[in-house]
């Protein structure tokens, strides 16, 4: 008869599934006040935008939609959150994913609402577009000739103030995205030289690595990490909001992850053992 | 303004109105008659007809590119460049009314034949139409706020967070420390993840942040030093790579050398 192994490497699935639930639910009833070092990257990203000129539009870029609005969404509302203490005018782009645009959409009026926003006059919304590689080769010679209308009420962009004395993307202080996937890879190659403005990435947790080499180079200014990059934005800010509470759970799935991990490799040994004595 | 710009400018005046929609109409009417020629034609001939076009599509971006800039940063190419980003945006809108006429023809077909699953088939089509109509001729009201936001949305999400439950069970299941390797694999990643939580920042927290020998023994530190001095050099070694077999595969499609299902096979069907 084979052996069926020690205890510890047969526990059921179930139960790893309702650990972690049960763990995420109590991690956002509770959370565990722990301070959080803000990574360099991050602080540059915050400091990108904390020396915008007022003058000068920010390019807030987005390509994420419910899937990923875990990690997307608290990141592109702390970065719109500075936007608007600050009083920068800025531009939303969505790329890839068309729920990007209303989903960004959303969080803009919401966010708006509560810093007194004009549609227009303060902040604006380009719209969705399929193509990423011809509409920023475009937005490089002329943005108002390459995407001509906003979405939301489909009119011409120079009737706009919000796009006063914007051509292209020299006229651009920062450009930030807020992306689940490697668009990046789009903005550094056909747009990063092209203009002065901070390119800052906010990319989901498990893209982050990819980016470290374009932040070494100097081609991306800042970074968030997935929602601790949120969360330690959040703290750059002084403010305390879901994003911070967020982090907890998250701490402590990868803490049992940890945990998981540690009981599966005890139960192989323990198994070999059993089999090296019978 | 260039000589190409005001031929361009001279041969297609603006238009307006019912002159605009005309030439719309013109302009569907000359791509329906395109596609029917380009289907008549026999194989060999339609291959070269696209690899020509292919080939003339990539010409402008390379040129436009490589061709020298004058002061203001601009060749003679330069003006067209926003005109063709939005012809390839429709082109990538056409994408997704052939995906869309994929989904109809395949599960079209196993309603009308009752094939098993068929419900499944019949379900996703209405769904289709329904949030196509709802978004098109209803954007504005609660009925299409409420299926994005309350429907796909909550759908969208929910699939992505069944993800967390599955990574649980798989490195419970499959994380099995074997050998060297696998052992550096976990101690890199055990670092590097505890590096970027509270828990794991606070057990080294009593340690000084920078200024002293000490400071490098912070889980914090030891993460960034983890990510930016081995991991990007990986990163960098890997997209290099990466870029290299782009280049030669964006050669290859673009000089129409490509083999493979959607190129050589089909051409030589006919």
């Known amino acids: 008869m084979s052996n069926p192994g020690h205890p510890l490497t047969r526990i059921n699935r179930h139960w790893l599934y309702g650990a972690l639930l049960a763990i995420v639910v109590i991690g956002l009833i509770v959370p565990i006040p722990l301070p959080l070092a803000v990574s360099p990257e991050a602080t540059r990203f915050y400091e990108a935008i904390e020396s915008a000129p007022k ?10 939609s419910a899937s990923t609005q875990g990690e997307n969404r608290p990141q592109t509302q702390v970065v719109l959150k500075h936007l608007m203490k600050r009083h920068i005018r800025f531009a ?3 790329f890839g994913d068309a729920q990007s645009t209303t989903l960004a959409q959303e969080l803009a009026e919401e966010q708006a609402r509560i810093y007194k926003y004009e549609y227009g006059k303060d902040w604006i919304n380009l719209g969705f577009r399929q193509d990423i590689a011809g509409t920023l080769k475009g937005m ?6 390459t995407l001509k209308t906003d979405s939301v009420n489909r009119r011409p962009l120079a009737e706009y103030p919000v796009m006063a004395g914007v051509r292209n993307v020299k006229d651009l202080s920062v450009i930030a995205e807020f992306s689940a996937s490697g668009n990046y890879k789009s903005w550094v190659g056909l747009v990063v030289g092209s203009t002065n403005a901070a390119f800052c990435y906010a990319p989901t947790s498990v893209m982050a690595p990819e980016l470290y080499t374009y932040l070494d180079s100097g081609q991306i200014r800042g970074m968030l990490f997935g929602i601790k990059g949120a969360a330690e934005y959040e703290q750059l800010l002084g403010e305390k909001g ?3 509470r967020a982090i907890t759970p998250v701490s402590l799935a990868l803490v049992l992850l940890f945990v998981l991990i540690g009981l599966g490799n005890y139960g192989m040994y323990a198994t070999k053992k059993m ?3 019978s | 303004m260039n000589p190409i710009q005001s031929f361009l400018s001279r041969a297609f005046p603006a238009l307006h109105g019912g002159a605009l929609a005309g030439a719309v109409a013109g302009c569907v009417v000359a791509c329906v008659v395109a596609v029917l020629i380009l289907q008549a034609l026999p194989g060999k001939a339609r291959k070269a007809v696209i690899a020509a076009v292919t080939f003339v599509a990539g010409l402008f971006y390379a040129l436009e590119f490589f061709l020298p800039a004058n002061g203001q940063d601009e060749n003679i190419l330069t003006f067209a460049v926003p005109t063709v980003g939005n012809v390839t945006n429709v082109l990538g809108g056409m994408t997704l009314g052939l995906g869309v006429l994929s989904l109809i023809r395949i599960h079209g077909a196993n309603v009308v034949k009752v094939k098993s699953g068929w419900e499944n088939s019949a379900l996703l089509l209405t769904s289709m139409v329904v949030m196509a109509v709802a978004g098109i001729k209803f954007e504005q009201t609660l009925f299409y706020r409420s299926l994005f936001r309350d429907v796909l949305n909550s759908f969208d999400a929910a699939m992505f967070a069944v993800l967390a439950f599955f990574i649980v069970s798989a490195a419970y299941r499959a994380f099995r420390i074997k050998s060297a390797e696998a052992t550096l694999l976990m101690v890199a ?5 505890l590096g970027q939580i509270p828990i794991g920042q606070y057990l080294t927290h009593w340690l000084p942040v920078k200024g002293s020998y000490l ?3 912070r889980l914090d530190n030891i993460s960034n030093w983890l990510l930016t001095t081995v991991n990007a050099p990986a990163q960098r070694a890997i997209g290099f790579g990466l870029g290299i077999g782009g280049l030669a595969i964006a050669l290859r499609i673009w000089l129409s050398l490509e083999r493979g299902a959607y190129f050589e096979a089909k051409a030589d069907e006919s």
């Open chain 1, 140 to 145: 490089v010679r002329d943005i108002n000739e």
């Open chain 2, 215 to 217: 400071s490098l023994l």
């Open chain 1, 275 to 277: 089999e090296g004595n």
């Open chain 1, 242 to 244: 879901f994003t911070t």
């Open chain 1, 55 to 64: 003058d000068k539009l920010v390019l807030v870029s987005t390509l994420w």
């Open chain 2, 189 to 193: 990643a055990l670092v590097v993840m």
């Open chain 1, 92 to 94: 939303l782009i969505a």
